[in-house]
């Protein structure tokens, strides 16, 4: 979310740069452009000098980072020009005007703020270089208007939000200083609607009366209800400004808020409370029993499908997403902690649950059901079918997810039986359907579930159909000249031809890699991981402060109890271990703390730790469930080279992973990881990094596959993690990104 930055500072700088210059300046000076600056004036022209040269230097490595890479220099050459020629031209002009010597002070003053300004928000992040430009233009417009006399506030109106909030605060004593602040308001609400309302509460609250306020309350209400929700019982002037509001939906969701027992499992029944359907009493009495819930919900969720391709909108749908989501993880909690029990104890939640009620809870549990629970509830799944017949089943759930359904399915081995509930011919519409039309999907989500169904599938035959029904719509993409088809179906025509010709591993991924021009797939060269001039390989590994969390971290550290290890107690929230032999290796491992504030603030400790230190660690192992995957990935930085996920939670992780760092290489599994799994592939993996050896993935998980092999009760585990080389959803969207940014296609929608 782009952050508001509201620059309240000016009067602070201006009384600070009212003290008398410095003695030093003995007499008037003269630019090169013959202006001669008096030595009184001289003091704000040097502090211009140096927010110039900031500026300059920022934007010449800029300019040196895009020479390295495939795009041009963009503006580079503009951006250099008003920094240090239009800047100039602006001092000077307003040394050689004849204003008196106050008003002098207070241009120049403002210009020196608005650069400072300017350096700090491009330096942060929060400005676009490219917008330096209009920026400057923009602040000389509103400086003339000023002198003359005249409003800023047409300036604010006709420039991006950011470029306004840095100008408008540089001339806070105009005239216009009050109606450009309500301009701005307005701006921000059309750029950023899902943070307005934070904003209008921490920075514009004497604007919360401006009429248009309502209206852009109700737009958001619409658009992102949930935001609207968290202010409807709040005391603050938003609160208020959410109550008084009278669209119909802004009140149902005050009335949610009202009656907090239950809300957060009401509130996704918002279009019905509106519609008259269902009243707040009669769901927070449902809402007290989970079973009769989460049918309404299920059966809910498919009516808004339903509706939604009748053209319907329901604005709670992502809410019912996720509240079917949360249902569903709990009754998979429940059958993976019963894993020892007898069959008819561990699906005994499941006794009630109708056919479309598993299949959802089957699509929401990849991050964290074991095979043994997919298996078991895939069987309860099918028994439970009438007429049991899979065509059926998912024309019931108007395909919601069904490629993701698909692709669990060859997963775990249950694709057969599901096509075999249909006809032949249903079946074969079924898989074409599956990768038809994902050139119409949003995002990369869909094509992914494609990819590592791929990668899944042992039936030859199937196999070979759905690689002609990929050639065939690659030809269509062609034939129609849609690039984005073309990247997609391309990509998957040369996973499914590239991997047929070879059975190999390390082949294929030498081929993948070569034909997109990707770094390495196969291995992961040494040299990647050392991240300073000493030759050391930093990680960081992270525990959490749950039960698993403790065991995680009791078994983790007795592999590093011996001569080739040191590790040093830095403080209570976290330690290092440190090779003794071989290359210089350290780990940074976050301890787990029950207290969860304590635990949160473990994590604070160590980036600050970090960051002081300026280490950027190449290695990030995450310890724990999935549901702390989320904390994890806040700290990974573009610097990782490689990422230990243990339970990978699907393509929204992978591409959260690679937005960050995008030639990371990834180590996950298709369920729950196991400490007694992941500590011997963690060991193998330091013990190869510690010789200074390439991470030869084929060789490591041979070497892995034979040890656990002697442990049959582990074995099965382990064939559920998945090497970087058989990352296909990994692979699939660096490729992806690749071909997109040759053909010069933007993706900010992947």
Known sequence: MKKARFICFLAAISCSLLITASSSYAAAQQDTSGVIIPIYLQYWHDLISQEQSKALGMAEKLNRHNQGSDDPPAGYVQIKDVLKRDIDNYRLAIEASDLDHRHKVLYLNSIYVMLKIMNREWGNGDLSPALIPELVTNFHEMLNADRQGGSIAPFVKKVPYEIGAININVFSQNYGYQEARIALLRKYAAQYPKSFLTVLNQSYPDLANEPFVDTVVARIAHAYPELVYNYATSYTMVGRVVRRNSDPLVQAIVKVGATPDKAIRVFPFIDYIVSGKYTVPQLQKIAQDDDAYYLLAVNTL?????????????????????????????YIRQVNELHESPDPVRFACANKLTPQEIYYILVNGQQEIYTSSFVGLFKRFMQRMDPPRGDKLLMSVIFDRFRKFITLSSAYNTLDPFLGSMSQQNANVLMNKFVDGLQYTKGLAASVDVADAFGSIKDSALLKKLQAEVNRNFEEMVAQNDERGKVLYGLLSTLFNTRESSDQDEVWAKTMSQKFDLPPIDYLPFKNLINDSAGRVYEEVFFYGDKDGFDSYAHFMPTFQNGDWRVNDINKYFLTITSTKGRPVTLFVKKPISDPDEDEKAMTVLQEYLTKNSIHPTVFIHRGHSYHVDATLKELQPSAELVFLGSCGGYNTLAQVLNISPNAQIISSKQTGSMLVNDPIIRTIEDQIRIGNDLKWEKIWNQLNNYFKNSPEFYDYFQDYIPPQKNMGAIFIKAYKK??????????DE
């Open 739 to 748: 071909l997109m940014k040759g053909a010069k296609i933007e993706t900010e």
């Open 302 to 330: 498919i009516d808004m499908n339903r509706g939604i391709i009748d053209g319907e909108d329901f604005v709670g749908q992502p809410a019912m997403e996720a509240s079917v989501k949360r249902s569903a993880l709990e």
